[in-house]
């Protein structure tokens, strides 16, 4: 890639984690040089420490794909759609387990 998309930026910045981009999440089960793709940048990632987002998921195929993979985050339409910020709070708040008392 260039610009701030290129390899070499993983040398230069420190950085925490890589995004899988969503036109790579879309490609899994319909187009093999994605998914190669995918499978290069989890390795990589693995190697260098760093933490996994894709986005753009919205089928399960694609989040089992990645998790067996070792994406270890994912966001996508499968999860949610978007949101404002309090609408947010309340729908992870609704869905957190509630602690057993006693």
């Known amino acids: 890639g260039t610009g701030y998309g290129s390899f070499k930026h993983l040398r230069e910045f420190t950085i925490h984690e890589l995004k899988v981009d969503r036109e790579f999440v879309e490609g899994i ?16 990632a693995s190697g260098l420490g760093l933490m996994v987002v894709a986005e753009g998921i919205e089928t399960r195929a694609q989040a089992r794909y990645l998790h067996q993979r070792g994406c270890q985050f994912g966001q996508g339409f499968l999860f949610c759609r978007p949101l404002p910020f309090e609408a947010a709070v309340d729908y992870l708040a609704e869905r957190q387990p509630r602690s057993r008392t006693g």
């Open 29 to 44: 089960g319909r187009d093999r040089s994605s998914e190669v793709i995918i499978d290069g940048f989890l390795a990589i």
